[in-house]
């Protein structure tokens, strides 16, 4: 009968030590062209993807707007004339026991060119539990790492370089 725990204990250890081997490796990963900038695009337009049924297309147009960007979803057709750059993405899910996504590609480019010029990529070998908005959401935020609206604004005033110098009040007197 001392052998049961025995076994029990050595099966638990077994357990816990091939559970730690288990890796959690993602990656995120992002890439522009050189010479190009996205500092200066505010309208964006990203193309619905047919087999999407995760909404992946609303997601990134809320983490452009969550950066006060202009950005709207559908088909190419659907593009309104003054957009400024298009974004397509690429998704790749697997199942455990509900769909994770193990891959998601961001890709952005001039309006009526086929050439992408910037991207973004997330990649996980084994599938996350970490939600899907808040890695596009990672994607979007390394895409637009250097646009102004992605910048931290400085608190007070008087840490911002390029503000208008202050205008100092005259005090009351009497």
Same mark, same amino acid.
């Given at each position: 009968?001392?052998?049961?725990?025995?076994?029990?204990?050595?099966?638990?250890?077994?357990?816990?030590?091939?559970?730690?081997?288990?890796?959690?490796?993602?990656?995120?990963?992002?890439?522009?062209?050189?010479?190009?900038?996205?500092?200066?695009?505010?309208?964006?337009?990203?193309?619905?993807?047919?087999?999407?049924?995760?909404?992946?297309?609303?997601? #990134? @147009?809320?983490? =452009?707007?969550? !950066?006060? +960007?202009?950005?709207?979803?559908?088909?190419?057709?659907?593009?309104?004339?003054?957009?400024?750059?298009?974004?397509?993405?690429?998704?790749?899910?697997?199942?455990?026991?509900?769909?994770?996504?193990?891959?998601?590609?961001?890709?952005?480019?001039?309006?009526?060119?086929?050439?992408?010029?910037?991207?973004?990529?997330?990649?996980?070998?084994?599938?996350?539990?970490?939600?899907?908005?808040? #890695? @596009?959401?990672? =994607?979007?935020? !390394?895409? +637009?790492?250097?646009?102004?609206?992605?910048?931290?604004?400085?608190?007070?005033?008087?840490?911002?370089?390029?503000?208008?110098?202050?205008?100092?009040?005259?005090?009351?007197?009497?």
């Amino acid at each position: 009968m001392k052998s049961r725990p025995n076994h029990l204990l050595l099966v638990l250890l077994l357990g816990l030590t091939l559970g730690g081997c288990a890796s959690f490796d993602t990656s995120f990963d992002a890439s522009l062209e050189q010479g190009r900038s996205l500092a200066k695009i505010q309208r964006f337009f990203v193309v619905s993807n047919n087999n999407d049924n995760h909404g992946i297309d609303e997601q #990134i @147009v809320e983490g =452009l707007k969550a !950066r006060k +960007l202009d950005a709207a979803t559908g088909p190419l057709t659907m593009m309104p004339d003054n957009n400024q750059a298009v974004i397509t993405y690429q998704d790749h899910w697997s199942w455990d026991f509900g769909d994770h996504l193990v891959f998601l590609k961001l890709a952005v480019r001039d309006p009526f060119a086929e050439q992408s010029y910037a991207t973004a990529t997330f990649t996980a070998r084994v599938p996350l539990r970490e939600t899907t908005p808040g #890695i @596009v959401g990672q =994607l979007v935020g !390394r895409l +637009l790492e250097n646009h102004p609206t992605t910048q931290p604004k400085p608190e007070r005033l008087d840490q911002d370089p390029t503000a208008a110098p202050a205008k100092k009040r005259a005090r009351p007197t009497g």
